[in-house]
């Protein structure tokens, strides 16, 4: 009976460790695949201030996702260093999908213009495109030319003597017309200011002949008839502009879009993937989204996370060669 009650106890705390230790690996296993994901409020990093474009969309996203999930999705806006710091804290975070990160078009161009301590393409997980915003080229009526094909005629007969504005230097409005300049091989002067509307005003004062500009920020003006509507800068048209037709029609290959995606560290277990790629796919598909969405003169696309990282990985190709090309340098 002695030898008994020593062997017991040493067999009872071998089998309680035992089944801690399981429990642990079962919880470790099934956290890394996903399963019982998500059972904690997930943070969804916004790389800029409140109010911008990425915030709007991620914040429309975020709701319907949240009441799928049956966990709040919390935005959370970290800006600074153009979108760097933000979006490295989501690239460097544990892939347990409780940290993701809502990006914009200015990924693709900010890994052409810096040194970034993450690899853009590879260091990453994507994990759905929400949605893609063409720009618009609109020129000044006195300009005579009403279509891509006049405007390349025109800029080559006039070369350098047509001036184009940007939101500033860097922006994607300005590696949209440097692009433009690039394939069409045309000579453009840029003008860069500070926000879309004093482009705008200076197009309608005449002071520039051209913008590549916001749709939504444009459209009043086109239906005015104090602008005039050459081209959109996505590869197919526009609903919001059907009749204009896209760069792409003339020059080949050209695209220049201000895309809305959603990434997450490496790593990220293909269930928890999937499983947000499926649920914004589906919040996309609800008319109060899409009402919204179109508001913002978003495009919706969804789609597999494979279709973000090729858009990702043509975007960082593209503006690397833009910036190259045009010697574009900006201040760290």
């Known amino acids: 009976m002695l030898r008994l009650s020593r062997i017991v106890p040493g067999l009872l705390v071998i089998a ?32 800029f201030p409140p109010g911008g474009g990425t915030d709007i969309v991620a914040r429309i996203i975020a709701q319907p996702v949240s009441e799928r999930l049956g966990q709040t999705v919390v935005v959370d806006n970290r800006g600074g260093g153009s979108a760097t710091v933000g979006t490295e804290t989501a690239v460097r975070a544990n892939p347990d999908g409780y ?61 350098g003597k047509l001036n184009y504005g940007s939101t500033g230097t860097a922006s994607l409005a300005h590696l949209s017309g440097e692009l433009f300049k690039l394939e069409a091989k ?23 002949q051209l913008t590549f500009g916001s749709v939504v920020s444009t459209i009043p003006h086109l239906k005015s008839g104090r602008l005039r509507a050459i081209a959109v800068t996505t590869a197919k048209r526009s609903a919001a502009l059907p009749d204009v037709a896209a760069v792409g029609e003339t020059v080949p290959g050209y695209a220049a879009v201000n895309s809305y995606g959603i990434l997450g560290p490496k790593g990220l277990s293909k269930n928890i993937v999937l499983r947000w790629n499926n649920e914004v796919a589906r919040a996309l598909q609800a008319d109060e989204i899409k009402s919204r969405m179109a508001g913002q003169g978003l495009e919706l696309a969804g789609g597999p996370p494979e279709q973000f990282l090729n858009l990702i990985r043509r975007d960082v190709e593209t503006w690397k060669r833009v910036v190259k090309a045009a010697k574009i340098t900006v201040a760290d």
Not at 23 to 30: G, L, N
Not at 142 to 149: C, E, G, L, M, T
């Open 16 to 47: 309680s460790c035992s089944l801690v230790s399981g429990a642990a690996v079962a919880q470790a296993a099934s956290t890394g695949s996903g399963q019982g994901y998500p059972s904690k409020p997930i943070r969804l990093i916004v790389p």
């Open 99 to 159: 940290t993701l990160v809502m990006v914009s078009g200015s990924y693709g161009a900010t890994a052409a213009l810096y040194k970034l301590p993450y690899d853009p393409v590879n260091g990453i997980q994507p994990i759905i495109l929400v949605g893609e915003l063409g720009l618009v080229v609109a020129t000044h009526p006195a300009v005579p030319v009403k279509s891509v094909k006049e405007l390349i005629a025109y800029a080559k007969g006039n070369p």
């Open 186 to 208: 045309v000579d453009l002067t840029h003008v860069p200011y500070k926000g879309m509307g004093p482009a705008l005003n200076d197009l309608i004062g005449g002071q520039i």
